[in-house]
């Protein structure tokens, strides 16, 4: 992050994003919002990292189907950053169940599923700086300065 107001949130890409070829367009719709990609891999989820990440619904019936489904394909994680990247992503992405999400956000356009809905986006109230040291070492996360960032914002949004 260069700007003190930048933020940074995690995405990942769920396996239904990879078999549906639609990775480019997920990406895209972040990009095209403005926000910075400073973190970008593909990786397949085992049991520590899926206990790590999903552990508060390990006692929920669906746990077992989550984890076959999460494990069923690779998956991309994506961190992003930007003023107020967090609430951003979450409109990008929409609601959790995808037939109720807008027209417009990822889950909206392209998801019928609550849990085969593309995407995961950081809570706010669940720690996203912490979400994003569970898929990324700070050596693979990039700061630099995107050089349409001055045309994304206007000054008093960054006073």
Known sequence: MNH???????VLMKPDALQRNLLGEIVGRFEKKGLKITGLKMLQMGEVLIKEHYGKYA????????KKYMTSAPIVAMVVSGVRAISAVRVIVGPTKGYEAPAGSIRGDLSMSIQTNLVHASDPSEDPEAEIKRFFKPEELFAYKKIDFDYLYSADELA
């Open 4 to 10: 003190p107001k930048e933020e940074r949130t995690l």
């Open 59 to 66: 006692d929920k019936g669906f746990f077992a189907g989550l």
